[in-house]
């Protein structure tokens, strides 16, 4: 026998066509009718119901035909608008997904009793256009009204929006005649400063105020909040080379000097910064309690066989034999003086 090729399996089988009787082959066959009807019934239930949606990059799937072993639109859609399942009931009701239905039932041995469910009538067919004629239309109503509330919520935003623009721009009735009176004012004043600019420079003393200008915001219609009087006549700007205002000493720093400084000073915190590395070391550490601060001299440590000199080791070693012996002819000289005094004193007790 020659080799066959079964696609349900995915393999090459050397026995011939009676591998279709198999039990490895009909179990693997009952898995995939099993799910191939699943996702038909629910394309079934769409024909008396037919779904209509907008469109969405999910509705460009693609369904995969075992009988007619082809890749099938699963729906129907233009970009707009979405017929769920059209693609996939239109395809099962053609005749060659009928006749290829047959041939898979035929040449695998499946159970014709479940044949006629995975192919769809002309009546079904019919039907399933009709309903999704009215649901398109359906839809279509929906979206105008939809359409129509949006274009209503846009004009009313944009009417509201037009009325604060109106509002604010319009001036007040009730302040335009006093605007008038304002605004003659003001050429009155300023003709008569013109004319009598003596009478505008600063008196001496404290008690000087501008009445001129006092005048002017005073004056009501424009309903101005009055914030106070700014000299600028003695300090200059940045055009005019002056010294800018940060940079000005306050009159409390130019006059009080020995004013006592807030926070810290320097000293202070390089202290504390040495404190909080201190925490971290061992508490009972060696030196942990020496007074870093206390000023001893240089020579305090004793001088145990120059131990501490500095220099090589035979220099020192040399230093250390001429000390020795001097030290050592000084010492026998005592020692033969004390013996010579013992020997006087033992000589006058003998007499």
């Given amino acids: 026998m020659g080799a066959f090729y079964c696609s349900i399996c995915r393999k090459t089988d050397f026995s011939g066509k009676g591998h279709i ?23 079934k239930r769409t024909i008396k119901n037919p779904q209509v949606e907008k469109y969405s990059p999910d509705h460009d799937e693609k369904f995969w035909c075992y009988c007619c072993a082809l890749e099938v639109q699963k729906h129907v859609t233009d970009s707009n608008i979405s017929v769920l399942y059209g693609g996939l009931l239109e395809h099962m009701s053609t005749p060659e997904h009928r006749t290829n239905t047959h041939k898979f039932w035929w040449d695998n041995k499946a159970d014709p009793k479940l044949r006629d469910k995975f192919i769809i009538t002309e009546e079904a067919t019919e039907r399933f256009k009709s309903e999704v004629s009215k649901a398109l239309e359906q839809f279509e109503e929906k979206e105008d009204v939809f359409i129509k509330q949006q274009a209503a919520v846009i004009r009313s935003q ?17 302040l335009e005649q006093p605007a008038e009176v304002d605004q003659h004012s003001s050429k009155h004043t300023a003709r008569s ?16 105020e501008d ?55 320097l000293q202070e915190f390089l202290k504390h910064k040495e404190q ?33 000199n500095s220099g090589r080791r035979w220099q020192s070693r040399h230093q250390f034999r001429e000390e020795e012996a001097k030290t050592r002819g000084k010492r026998k000289w005592e020692g033969d003086g004390k013996a010579t ?11």
């Fill in 21 to 43: 009787y198999g039990k490895s082959h009909q179990s693997k066959l009952k898995v995939i009718i099993v799910k191939f009807m699943e996702k038909i019934k629910e394309a």
């Fill in 158 to 174: 944009e009417q509201h929006r037009l009325e604060v623009l109106q509002s604010v721009s319009e001036p007040d009735p009730e």
């Fill in 193 to 208: 400063s013109h004319s009598h600019s003596y009478e505008m420079e600063p008196q001496p003393g404290p008690s000087h």
């Fill in 211 to 265: 009445f001129t200008s006092h005048g002017q915001w005073n004056e009501p219609g424009l309903g101005l909040t009055f914030i106070g009087y700014q000299d600028t006549s003695s300090s200059g700007n940045v055009h005019t080379g002056a010294v800018p205002p940060w940079l000005l000493e306050e009159p409390d720093e130019a006059s009080g000097s020995g004013q006592q400084e807030m926070g810290p000073s």
């Fill in 276 to 308: 909080e590395k201190l925490k971290k070391l061992p508490p009972n550490r060696v030196g942990a309690n020496f007074d870093h601060s206390s000023h001893t001299d240089a020579n305090w440590l004793p001088s145990f066989g120059r131990v501490w």
């Fill in 341 to 351: 005094k013992k020997q006087k004193d033992l000589s006058n007790g003998e007499l």
